[in-house]
C-alpha cells in the first residue's frame, strides 16, 4: 500500500526564516530595524504560545518583537488606542492584534483600527479587499503559507481543481481568493465547502488540491480523497490525544500522494508568512 510523502513544514518555513534574515541584515545595514508589534488580551492559553512562538521566530530572523499583554476586563477605547499609538509609531512596521479577543470586545472592529500599511496578519477591511480585487498588498498569514508550501514543494496550482473545506475570514475566503490570481501561484479552480454544503465526500473526492480548515477533528476521511491528490491540513483541534488535524492522517495518506501534518505542517508556515510580512513593511517604510 502507498503511503504519501509528508508536506514539512517546519522546513520550508526554515528556509523562509533563512531568506527573511538577509533582507533584515540589508534593512539593518541602512539603518532600520524591522520591529513587530503583538497585542495581547487576556489570559487565553493558546493565545499565551502562539504569541511566544511568534516572538521566538521573530528574534530568530532578527526582528524585533514588542508584546502588549493587556488584561481580561481591558475596554475597546484602551485596546484602539494601544492600536492608534502603534499606528503613529514610526518605528514599528506590523501590528498584530491576537484573535481571539475576549467576548466583550467587537473583533471586526479592533482589526479594521490597523493601518493597512502595518497589518502583516493581512485580516483589514483594506487588505481583504485588495485580495479580492486582484491587486493585494499583505497577504493573510496562513493562506500565503498555503500557497508557499505548495509551491516549494513543486504542487502546481494552475489548472489544478482546488477543494477548500472551510469558509473563515482567517482561511478560507482569503485562500480562494488568492489562488484565483493570475499567475504561477494562482490560476486554479477553486470550490469552497461548508457546513451547509451536500454531498461534501463528493465534493471533496473531486479535487487535485484539498484543503481542510473546517475546526472539526477527523473530519475527511479516506473515502473522501481521490487516490494520487495533494491533502493541506490546516485544522489544529486538541483533542485527549493530543494535537490533531481535521483530517483522518493515517488513512488518508494511503491514498494521497502528499499531505501536511499536524503539528509541523501550516502551523510553521503561518508564523514565517507573518515575519515575511513583517520584513515586506519595514521595507516599504519611508526613509528620511
Known amino acids: 500500500m502507498n503511503s504519501a510523502s509528508v508536506i514539512d513544514g517546519k522546513l520550508v518555513a526554515r528556509q523562509v526564516r533563512r531568506e527573511l534574515r ?35 521566530a521573530g528574534a530568530r530572523v532578527g526582528i524585533e518583537v514588542q508584546t502588549a499583554r493587556l488584561g481580561t476586563k481591558t475596554s475597546f477605547e484602551e485596546l484602539s488606542g494601544r492600536i492608534r499609538t502603534w499606528n503613529s509609531d514610526e518605528t514599528i512596521h506590523g501590528i498584530i492584534v491576537q484573535m481571539p479577543l475576549p467576548g ?14 502595518k497589518d502583516v496578519d493581512g485580516l483589514t477591511p ?10 493585494p498588498a499583505f497577504l493573510p498569514a496562513t493562506p500565503a503559507g ?8 513543486g504542487f502546481e496550482t494552475a489548472g489544478r481543481h482546488v477543494v477548500i473545506v472551510g469558509r473563515s475570514r482567517l482561511v478560507g475566503k482569503p485562500l480562494a481568493n488568492l489562488l484565483l490570481l493570475k499567475g504561477d501561484r494562482g490560476d486554479a479552480t477553486v470550490t469552497v465547502c461548508h457546513s ?16 481542510v480548515a473546517a475546526g ?16 493541506v491540513d490546516v485544522g489544529t483541534n486538541r483533542t485527549e490525544h493530543g494535537l490533531v488535524g481535521d483530517v483522518d492522517f493515517a488513512a488518508v495518506s494511503t491514498r ?8 509541523g505542517g501550516v502551523g510553521p508556515m503561518t508564523v514565517a508568512m507573518l515575519l515575511a510580512n513583517t520584513v515586506k513593511a519595514a521595507e516599504a517604510a519611508p526613509r528620511e
Do not use: W
Open 22 to 56: 538577509t533582507r533584515v541584515a540589508a534593512l539593518k545595514a541602512a539603518g532600520t530595524v524591522p520591529k513587530l508589534g503583538i497585542v495581547l488580551v487576556g489570559d487565553f492559553a493558546p493565545s499565551e504560545i502562539y504569541v511566544r512562538s511568534k516572538e521566538r
Open 104 to 117: 466583550h470586545l467587537d473583533e471586526s472592529a479592533a482589526l479594521a483600527l490597523v493601518s493597512p500599511d
Open 126 to 135: 483594506t487588505n481583504l479587499g485588495r485580495l479580492m480585487a486582484g491587486e
Open 146 to 153: 498555503i500557497v508557499e508550501l505548495l509551491a516549494r514543494g
Open 196 to 211: 451547509r454544503t451536500p454531498n461534501l465526500a463528493e465534493v471533496c473526492l473531486g479535487a487535485d488540491i484539498l484543503v
Open 216 to 231: 472539526r477533528a477527523g473530519l475527511v476521511t479516506s473515502d473522501m480523497v481521490r487516490q494520487g491528490a495533494v491533502v
Open 256 to 263: 494521497a500522494s502528499a499531505i501536511t501534518p499536524v503539528p
